[in-house]
């Protein structure tokens, strides 16, 4: 899934600007600095590829063309330093403000806390930069993994045998996993493995592990996968063993691919809980748009997920993400982080 940039000086191959059409007079009724110039926002992303991210940006994108912002997008492709190096090139740039989005704390913490010195406001998805300056955009991880671990339940009773793909260290796998281990005591389950890996090959490295573990451990009933790239993985291994009918995936996540995944004919991934990538995107152009407009949003803003099954999608003829929204409602927006002289994204 993800290519690995070795040096900061190959991190600007990663960057994309894009200039809206809005380069004049601003928004009409709009607090300073939206009313009288065009505003600067810089998008740096700790990953570099895969459904979500692409859904992400579009939703970036499409904010920030409502709002007549210059946006520059970069990735740093799964890489701490080059992270780091595009944060500082967005300072050096001067840009009004900074959405981070997913990363390591410890490689950005003191960086992020250098742009608030310099008046550029700073917000975070998915990474907890601990700074009470900067807005954390989150998408209740706790509520996603509880949904999909609920419905775990109903299907399997207390008691079944699992494992979990993870790997420690990223603050949205790390709150989901912990979830897990709360239903393992308050449900009795059995944790026969933990296994994951994050590469620029997530899905078949997964699916490689998935493999030496179901061979191990033949009495696992259910994976936990919270985050769609193991999903694919443990699918993957699933299929090649033969497994559909006895080991089922209960994940995290979802775009256009992992529905067509979910829906094929005897798919082990049973049941997913999300938020919509597109939306996370335009909350998190809203949230540092009204702290550049000295409307701060919250220390945390929060995106309610959605339990989405795989009877719910093949019952209801749902194959992408467009039909997704259209049938499921609460999956369309969220009127988080909004203010009245913010436009709407236009989808």
Known sequence: ?????????????????????????????????????????AVVSFLGSGDWLQAFEAGVKQQADALGINLTVSQA??????????????????????????????????????????????????????NPQIPQIEQSDKDMAKLVLDQAIKDKGDGFTGGAVYVAGFAPLDRRYAVWKDFIVNHNLKEKAVWGVVNDTVPASVADQTKAVLRANPDISVIFTPW????????????????????????????????????????????????????????????????????????SVLLQPTLITRDDLIGNKIGTIEELQQKFPAFLKSDAATAAWIPAAKN
């Not at 290519?3 to 607090?31: E, H, N, Q, Y």
């Open 1 to 41: 899934m993800f290519k690995i940039l070795k040096t900061a000086a190959t991190a600007v191959i990663s960057v994309a600007v894009f200039a809206t059409s809005a380069l004049s007079a601003g928004i009409d009724g709009a607090p300073a600095p939206f009313d009288k110039k065009t505003v600067n926002i």
């Open 77 to 130: 492709r799964n890489d701490n330093d080059v992270q780091r190096s595009l944060v500082e090139q967005a300072i050096n740039l001067g840009v009004d403000g900074i959405i981070i989005n997913n990363g390591r704390p410890e490689t950005l913490k003191d960086v992020a806390q250098e742009a608030l010195d310099k008046g550029i406001k700073v917000v975070a998805y998915d990474v907890n930069l601990d």
């Open 228 to 299: 769609d790239e193991f999903a694919k993985g443990a699918k993957l291994a699933i299929d090649e063993l033969g497994l559909s009918s006895k080991v089922k995936i209960y994940g995290v996540d979802i775009s256009t691919a992992d529905i067509q995944l979910i829906t094929e004919p005897d798919s082990a991934w049973t049941a997913t809980a999300a938020t919509n990538a597109a939306v996370v995107g335009e909350v998190s152009v809203r949230a540092v748009s009204l702290a550049i407009a000295g409307q701060f949003p919250g220390r």
